[in-house]
Structures are given as structure tokens and as C-alpha cells.
């Protein structure tokens, strides 16, 4: 019950990793706001809401405690109802988890203006809006003299760290995320909140083709090292009072491995003292890569 008591909003919970961060926080004795919009795995059809109150169903017959927000939080007015509703169910808000997204995968050469926007608005700009209003929150509670220890954890991918062909509006989305989540840790950090990301691998509605296709399905008995599951308990830690000396953080989650990334620090370095002459700088260049480690492949490259 390591988050007993405390208000948890995730967002896209109807399915997927958000339908299992949401349980898991439950069992582990919080209070949730399922959001959910219902739409398909490419955002398109009719926005139902169904999903976020099934969920809540499940929550209640686990013994706990839920309600469901079926608004759009990638909008100004869905993502401050999102922490309104919070408030008004229970009194606060006291971790955010940003979830939801969809896919709309094309090659470069081959994606639509629509599909980098409908990708970047679901994913970066769902991110950037609940966060905003969650910070405005606890910055209001922070300077009326109410102690605040608050958690946010983002979601990026793999794709956002290393890259992953056919996913350019989606790589492009998730690296954002990480870039938010050091900006948002650093200027939140005051008002007595964490911010941190993680990179989750799992079969979802959104990986599933893929999975299917590269991945034999485990055997009876078998550890499903792609069950949504496996990420949850990372999740609900990041968002309870334990892990308030952690911020600014990227973990990758997958089966049973937590890693913590370590990308873009200061590697090997040349300072000259005066400016360069563009001859010289191949040799340079050459000199601190063999210094340095040898880059990652993108996803899927060949």
C-alpha cells in the first residue's frame, strides 16, 4: 500500500499501460481519475468514454476508489477539468501520470502534415497541458502554506531515446516528452513536485502487430515479459511519497528490467581557444568519437 490515500490521475487508462498503472495504483491504496477518451489505436472514431468507466468498475470491484474523466487533455479545457476533477472527487491532486497516445506510423517521405500533427498534439502537446494545470495547482497549494509532495511521471519510448524507422512523428514526440520532463522537474522541484519519465516496452493496442510478428506469444505458466503489468510497479513507485528524493530521471521499463538511461551527458571534448578552421575540425571530430561510445542503433534499422 505504498500509495495509500493519495489522489493519482493517469491518463489514457482505459486500455493498455494506463488501464494497469491505474489498477496497480489502486491496489497499492490510492484514489484515481481514469481518463479516457475511447477512441481507436489511431485516435480516430467516436470519443465514448466507455474504457475509462470500465476501469473504474474494475477499480471499485478491487475495493477501491474512482472516477472517470472522458475529457480531451490534449486541450487547455480538458487537461484543467482533468485536475478539477481530481479535486472535487477527493479533495486534491497528488501524482500525475501522463499516458495517453496513439500511433500513426508512415516512413518519412511518406507521412501527412495530419499525421505529425495528430501525433505530436495526442502525445507532446497531452504531456505538456495536464502538466501545466497540475503545476498551477501545486503551485497555488505550495504558496497558501499547504505542504505539497507531489509526483508527475511522463511517458516516453524507447523510440524517443534511440529513434525507431516508420516512427518519425512518434520519435520526434516521445524525445519532446524527455526535454519536458527536465524543464518541468527543474521549475516544479520549489513547489515541492518531481517530475520524471519512462520508456516503457510492452504489448499494448499499440505495439501488438509488432510484437506478434517478431515475439512467440509465452507458454502456459511462462513470464510474459511484455504484459502491460510489468511497468506499473516502476510507475506507482515513481508516484508515491517514497520516491520524492528522485527527479529529472528517464527510466526504460521492460519485463523485468529497469534501466536507467544515461544519454546526452558531456562526452569528450576539443577547445582550441580561438576559433576553428573548418580543415581542421574532421580530424577533431574523429579524435573524440573514437573517445566516445559507440552510438545505438535506431529501432528497425537494417
Known amino acids: 500500500m505504498i500509495c495509500k490515500d493519495r489522489v493519482v490521475a493517469v491518463t489514457g487508462a482505459g486500455r493498455g499501460l494506463g488501464r494497469a498503472h491505474a489498477l496497480e ?60 476533477t481530481a479535486a472535487e472527487a477527493f479533495g486534491r491532486l497528488d501524482t500525475l501520470v501522463n499516458n495517453a497516445g496513439f500511433l500513426r506510423d508512415r516512413m518519412l517521405v511518406n507521412l501527412g502534415e495530419d499525421e505529425w500533427d495528430a501525433v505530436m498534439r495526442v502525445h507532446l502537446k497531452g504531456h505538456f497541458l495536464p502538466l501545466k494545470h497540475a503545476g498551477r495547482y501545486w503551485r497555488g497549494e505550495s504558496k497558501a502554506g499547504r505542504p505539497v509532495d507531489a509526483r508527475v511521471v ?32 527543474a521549475e516544479l522541484g520549489r513547489y515541492g513536485v518531481t517530475v520524471n519519465a519512462i520508456a516503457p516496452a510492452a504489448r499494448t493496442r499499440m505495439t501488438e502487430e509488432v510484437f506478434a510478428q517478431t515475439m512467440a506469444a509465452p507458454a502456459e505458466g511462462e513470464f510474459d515479459a511484455m504484459a502491460p503489468e510489468n511497468v506499473s510497479p516502476l510507475v506507482a513507485w515513481l508516484g508515491s511519497a517514497g520516491s ?34 573548418p580543415a581542421e575540425i574532421g580530424d577533431v ?13 535506431v529501432y528497425g534499422a537494417g
Open 25 to 84: 495504483f489502486a491496489r497499492q491504496g490510492a484514489l484515481v481519475v481514469v481518463n479516457d477518451l475511447g477512441v481507436a489505436r489511431d485516435g480516430t472514431g467516436d470519443a465514448f468514454g466507455g474504457p475509462a468507466h470500465e476501469v473504474v468498475r474494475e477499480i471499485e470491484a478491487l475495493g477501491g476508489r474512482a472516477v472517470a474523466h472522458t475529457g480531451d487533455i490534449a486541450t487547455d479545457e480538458g487537461a484543467a477539468a482533468l485536475v478539477a
Open 154 to 185: 511522463n511517458t516516453s519510448s524507447g523510440a524517443g531515446l534511440l529513434g525507431s524507422v516508420g516512427q518519425g512523428n512518434y520519435s520526434a514526440a516521445k524525445a519532446g516528452i524527455v526535454g519536458l520532463t527536465l524543464v518541468a522537474s
Open 244 to 277: 520524492r528524493d528522485v527527479t529529472g530521471r528517464v527510466f526504460e521499463a521492460e519485463g523485468g528490467r529497469i534501466c536507467v538511461m544515461d544519454a546526452f551527458r558531456h562526452g569528450p571534448a576539443a577547445d582550441k581557444g580561438a576559433r576553428w578552421d
Open 285 to 297: 571530430v574523429k579524435d573524440l568519437l573514437a573517445k566516445a561510445p559507440a552510438a545505438e542503433p
